[in-house]
């Protein structure tokens, strides 16, 4: 397994990030350099969500995991690997930290993760904080 992850810690309230982050997964909300996500059913557990990432082709995911303001996780099948990304918000004094992380398994994990992991978590540092940029103006204006 090849793993990635960022973590960073927001003063706002977790219903405040959940919110964006819930926004931009069922298709409401963009914003440059967000992935464009196309939900093929309730924001669930369960449910096929058509990805596509700047200037990339659209893939399918599928939510494996999702506590309402606590984790959500969507996982893509390219052949015999398997790309998990999830988000975590735990409660902090003074805020919310979040962590985006990227797990990569299967039988090729070990070849891939090292060349492909970088290309897809490198920006997890600008992605969160253009979510907490969203999250903010959701709560100050929504």
């Known amino acids: 397994m090849w793993t990635n992850e960022y973590t960073a810690t927001s003063p706002l309230p977790a219903q405040a990030i959940w919110n964006a982050l819930k926004a931009l997964h069922e298709g409401r909300l963009t914003y440059e350099g967000s992935d464009t996500f196309v939900l ?3 924001f ?3 449910t096929r969500v058509s ?3 700047v200037g990339q082709d659209t893939f399918e995911s599928t939510i494996v995991d999702l506590v309402e303001n606590v984790t959500y996780a969507d996982e ?3 052949g015999d690997t398997k790309l998990l990304f999830r988000h975590t918000l735990v409660p902090v004094e003074g805020g919310t930290q979040v962590t985006h992380r990227l797990d990569i398994s299967g039988p ?3 070849e891939v993760g090292p060349e ?3 290309q897809i978590s490198g920006d997890f540092d600008v992605s ?3 979510l907490f940029e969203q999250a903010e103006a959701l709560a100050n204006h929504g």
């Open 40 to 42: 093929h059913g309730p």
């Open 116 to 118: 492909l992991g970088p």
């Open 108 to 110: 090729s994990a070990a």
């Open 76 to 78: 893509t099948s390219f």
């Open 51 to 53: 990805v596509t990432p």
């Open 128 to 130: 969160m904080a253009k």
């Open 44 to 46: 669930a557990k369960g």
